[in-house]
């Protein structure tokens, strides 16, 4: 909420109707009360969803649920713009002590709430572990190795739910960020990927309807619709270098409001017009210990567990 500069400490009046503002759109420098600021931000991930075409007439759609506020935001979004869409929310349990059984209990909340089917999948039961005892001696790689064993973890669940597409509380904020590590990593196939540039070879085709929305937007349209009760953060959080990029965008986007969306903006036009360059990608094939597409002898995620490099045996190979 901003603080009006006339002194009155009246909350600055909505630019479209006059009644108290609740947010500034910095970058169209208008105020919104809480109606128009709501509205505003359904519209835009509509337009978002549509744009990119990402549900087509038959689509299951798997909604992968955290139960934290960006996921929560999402499933009542889609409930509400897609009132006919078939839907499920699937949610992986990692394993973080002191973290997850509280996200747990909210994302079954939710589902209930909404009468929605919700599946979970834990860690424990795909590879016999908690990402707590897979991480002992090597905290400092908690997000890079949790991706990697998530991203397959709702990949399964996905499946076994029967969806057609993927859909991923992903926002604004965390695509400029993903954007600027794929630079900073050297990353140039992911650097040159288009958004619909996923899916098909056993992995689910993913989209993100909220990939336009400031992360402080989709907070504040969840405080305004009464979704959120107060989640503790996930322990980890702080040990990847995704926390020093996000850092460094919201100083930017402080001093230049539009950045992050220019940031993604400019990602989108460069990987279309670059789209006919050559891209050395190898040939899919079977993952040789649980049949996941990979490039390699073996996925990603199983050669975390190989016993020559990773820090244990995946112990329950799907398929
Ligand atoms: Fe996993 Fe890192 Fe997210 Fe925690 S912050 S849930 S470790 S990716
Ligand atoms: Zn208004």
Same mark, same amino acid.
Request: proline share 6%; net charge positive; glycine share 10%.
């Given at each position: 909420?901003?603080?009006?500069?006339?002194?009155?400490?009246?909350?600055?009046?909505?630019?479209?109707?006059?009644?108290? %503002?609740?947010?500034?759109?910095?970058? @169209?420098? +208008?105020?919104?009360?809480?109606?128009? /600021?709501?509205?505003?931000?359904?519209?835009?991930?509509?337009?978002?969803?549509?744009?990119?075409?990402?549900? @087509?007439?038959?689509?299951?759609?798997?909604?992968?649920?955290?139960? %934290?506020?960006?996921?929560?935001?999402?499933?009542?979004?889609?409930?509400?713009?897609?009132?006919?869409?078939?839907?499920?929310?699937?949610?992986?349990?990692?394993?973080?002590? %002191?973290?997850?059984?509280?996200?747990?209990?909210?994302?079954?909340?939710?589902?209930?709430?909404?009468?929605?089917?919700?599946?979970?999948?834990? /860690?424990?039961?795909?590879?016999?572990?908690?990402?707590?005892?897979?991480?002992?001696?090597?905290?400092?790689?908690?997000?890079?190795?949790?991706?990697?064993?998530?991203?397959?973890?709702?990949?399964?669940?996905?499946?076994?739910?029967?969806?057609?597409?993927?859909?991923?509380?992903? &926002?604004?904020?965390?695509?400029? @960020?993903?954007?600027?590590? &794929?630079?900073?990593?050297?990353?140039?196939?992911?650097?040159?990927?288009?958004?619909?540039? &996923?899916?098909?070879?056993?992995?689910?085709?993913?989209?993100? $309807?909220?990939?336009?929305?400031?992360?402080?937007?989709?907070?504040?349209?969840?405080?305004?619709? %009464?979704? /959120?009760?107060?989640?503790?953060?996930? $322990?980890?959080?702080?040990?990847?270098? +995704?926390?020093?990029? +996000?850092?460094?965008?919201?100083?930017?986007?402080?001093?230049? $409001?539009?950045?992050?969306?220019?940031?993604?903006?400019?990602?989108?036009?460069?990987?279309?017009?670059?789209?006919?360059?050559?891209?050395?990608?190898?040939?899919?094939?079977?993952?040789?210990?649980?049949?996941?597409?990979?490039?390699?002898?073996?996925?990603?995620?199983?050669?975390? /567990?190989?016993?020559?490099?990773?820090?244990?045996?995946?112990?329950?190979?799907?398929?």
């Amino acid at each position: 909420m901003e603080a009006n500069p006339d002194g009155t400490g009246r909350p600055p009046a909505c630019d479209l109707c006059g009644r108290p %503002g609740v947010y500034l759109d910095r970058i @169209q420098n +208008r105020h919104l009360c809480s109606d128009h /600021f709501v509205g505003d931000v359904e519209g835009r991930v509509n337009h978002t969803i549509q744009k990119y075409v990402m549900v @087509q007439p038959g689509d299951r759609l798997a909604v992968a649920l955290s139960g %934290g506020k960006d996921s929560t935001v999402l499933l009542h979004l889609l409930r509400r713009l897609l009132p006919d869409a078939d839907l499920a929310a699937v949610t992986v349990d990692e394993g973080i002590d %002191g973290y997850r059984d509280a996200t747990l209990r909210s994302a079954g909340a939710t589902t209930r709430g909404l009468g929605i089917e919700h599946q979970t999948l834990s /860690f424990l039961d795909l590879y016999g572990k908690t990402l707590d005892e897979i991480l002992k001696g090597q905290p400092d790689r908690a997000c890079s190795i949790c991706g990697i064993l998530r991203r397959k973890a709702l990949n399964t669940i996905a499946r076994r739910a029967g969806a057609s597409k993927l859909v991923t509380g992903h &926002n604004l904020d965390d695509e400029a @960020q993903s954007v600027l590590m &794929n630079w900073l990593r050297g990353d140039r196939e992911r650097v040159l990927r288009r958004p619909e540039e &996923n899916g098909g070879h056993g992995f689910i085709p993913r989209v993100k $309807p909220l990939r336009e929305i400031p992360e402080k937007e989709v907070a504040l349209y969840g405080i305004l619709k %009464g979704l /959120f009760v107060e989640l503790p953060e996930c $322990p980890y959080m702080h040990s990847a270098l +995704r926390g020093e990029v +996000r850092g460094i965008l919201t100083t930017l986007e402080r001093g230049h $409001p539009g950045t992050m969306r220019r940031v993604v903006e400019g990602q989108v036009r460069l990987s279309r017009q670059l789209s006919s360059i050559p891209r050395a990608s190898r040939p899919l094939r079977a993952c040789e210990r649980c049949g996941d597409p990979t490039t390699a002898r073996l996925c990603q995620a199983c050669r975390l /567990f190989d016993p020559e490099g990773g820090p244990g045996t995946l112990v329950s190979p799907e398929r």
